[in-house]
């Protein structure tokens, strides 16, 4: 700990594995990291003791049975929620007490909620107005169409990175269920984040958009270090380098999916909880 980051501005599309070259420090490794992360609900423990660590240009999943303490936790690194005690480290640097946005601004970014998506604007739209928030613009962007045409080309190659090219003009509303949730995840893009944390990814989507977001998520992890919660084991199973258990609270196993189906004590903390 205590290893400052490079300092280094961060290049738009900069493939991770050449940023910090050459720096030797456990910052590098793990890009985010928790030590002794607590939420306590009137005497209730949601999330106790928690240790995490986000290997840099990792697929890091956190799982466990209903009420493990997931959204939890997932609130407390995107900073919805404030510990009770401990910390949270980005890139060495301890951003427990700082505000999402300012979170944002250094590259740990959440998905955003479907219900922020435009409805009524377009695809395009859509990610031209999250480039344009992103470049600290105004948002009367119906008065300055041509300075927001700055950001189409940018808009389109984001579009074209998540699979919406044909779905460029169309509202968002319009959208079948899958493709907002990968319209959602370009708009996350246009923040340009070096890591991105997603809550469930995969809710409420069918095994054909399974299948897509899957192979997106696979596909933008070439660039961005990820943290999601998912229920969906079969789709942990096959995207994650490495999974944390939680159960009440507190981290029950870490390791990868081959390993974790022969833990007994996973097993049992599912089968405990109704997850055969
Ligand atoms: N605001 C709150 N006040 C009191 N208790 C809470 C609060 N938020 C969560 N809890 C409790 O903390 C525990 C963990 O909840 P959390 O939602 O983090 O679990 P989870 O693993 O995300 O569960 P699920 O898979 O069912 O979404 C639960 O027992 C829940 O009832």
Redesign the pocket.
Same mark, same amino acid.
């Given at each position: 700990m205590g290893c400052k980051s490079s300092g280094q501005p961060k290049q738009q599309g900069q493939p991770r594995a050449a940023r910090g070259q050459g720096e030797n420090c456990l910052a590098d490794e793990f890009i985010l990291e928790t030590e002794g992360l607590t939420k306590e609900?009137?005497g209730?423990f949601?999330v106790r003791d928690v240790a995490l660590k986000v290997r840099r240009g990792s697929i890091h999943a956190l799982i466990?049975p209903?009420?493990?303490?997931? +959204? +939890?936790?997932f609130n407390l690194l995107t900073k919805f929620l404030k510990p009770s005690a401990g910390k949270i480290l980005y890139k060495g640097q301890d951003i427990t007490a700082m505000a999402p946005a300012d979170v944002a601004r250094l590259g740990l970014v959440r998905s955003f909620q479907i219900s922020a998506v435009f409805p009524h604007l377009t695809a395009l739209e859509n990610v031209r107005v999250a480039l344009q928030r992103q470049h600290g613009s105004s948002f009367d962007f119906w008065r300055s169409k041509s300075v927001l045409n700055r950001f189409n080309d940018r808009a389109r190659e984001l579009l074209n990175d998540v699979g919406l090219n044909e779905f460029a003009n169309t509202p968002a509303v319009e959208m079948p269920y899958g493709r907002k949730r990968a319209l959602e995840i370009a708009t996350t893009l246009a923040l340009d984040p070096e890591m991105m944390l997603l809550d469930e990814p995969m809710a409420g989507m069918g095994h054909e958009d399974i299948d897509k977001i899957a192979a997106l998520i696979k596909r933008i992890s070439a660039k961005y270090t990820i943290l999601m919660v998912e229920?969906n084991l079969s789709v942990v199973a096959n995207l994650s380098d490495i999974i944390t258990v939680?159960t009440r609270?507190q981290v029950l196993a870490q390791g990868h999916y081959s390993e974790l189906t022969k833990d007994e004590r996973v097993k049992e903390a599912y089968l405990g909880a109704g997850h055969a």
């Open positions: 609900f009137a209730f949601a466990g209903n009420g493990a303490g997931k +959204t +939890t936790c229920h939680l609270g």
